[in-house]
C-alpha cells in the first residue's frame, strides 16, 4: 500500500515562495496519477494541482487551478519516489492545508474530485500572510 507524507509547508510573506514534498513509501509511485489538493478553513477541498499517469513511470497530462496557473510548477521524480509542488509568488488566498493525493491505474489526465483519490497524506499548513 502506497502511504504518504508532505513536507515543506510554513508561514510566508505575500509574493514569497514555498516547495512541499511529498515523499511515497511502501510501493513505487509508478501507474498512479498524483495532485495536490488544498483545503483552506471553511471551505472544500480542492484541486491545485495533478499529474496525470500514461504507463510505466511516464507522466501524463498536467493540471492546474486557475487560481494558481503560471506560480506553480508540480513535479515528480521517480527516482526519489516523491512528489513536488513550487509555488511562487503566493497570496494570502493560497492559505490552506495541503494535501498530497494519489490513485492507482491512474488515467492520462489526473482526476478533478477528490473523491477519485484513494490514498492522501496527512497534509502540511501553509500561511501567507498579507
Known amino acids: 500500500q502506497l502511504q504518504l507524507v508532505e513536507s515543506g509547508g510554513g508561514l510566508v510573506q505575500t509574493g514569497g515562495s514555498l516547495k512541499l514534498s511529498c515523499e511515497a513509501s511502501?510501493?513505487?509511485?509508478?501507474?498512479?496519477?498524483m495532485s495536490w489538493f488544498r483545503q483552506a478553513p471553511g471551505k472544500e477541498r480542492e484541486i491545485v494541482a495533478g499529474?496525470?499517469?500514461?504507463?510505466?513511470?511516464?507522466?501524463?497530462?498536467?493540471y492546474y487551478a486557475d487560481s494558481v496557473k503560471g506560480r506553480f510548477t508540480i513535479s515528480r521524480d521517480n527516482a526519489k519516489n516523491s512528489l513536488y509542488l513550487e509555488m511562487n509568488s503566493l497570496k494570502p488566498e493560497d492559505t490552506g492545508v495541503y494535501y498530497c493525493?494519489?490513485?492507482?491505474?491512474?488515467?492520462?489526465?489526473?482526476?478533478?474530485?477528490?473523491?477519485?483519490?484513494?490514498?492522501w497524506g496527512q497534509g502540511t499548513q501553509v500561511t501567507v500572510s498579507s
Open positions: 493525493a494519489a490513485v492507482f491505474a491512474g488515467t492520462d489526465s489526473p482526476p478533478l474530485r477528490s473523491q477519485a483519490y484513494s490514498i
Open positions: 511502501g510501493r513505487t509511485v509508478s501507474g498512479y496519477a
Open positions: 499529474l496525470g499517469w500514461s504507463g510505466g513511470f511516464n507522466i501524463g497530462r498536467r
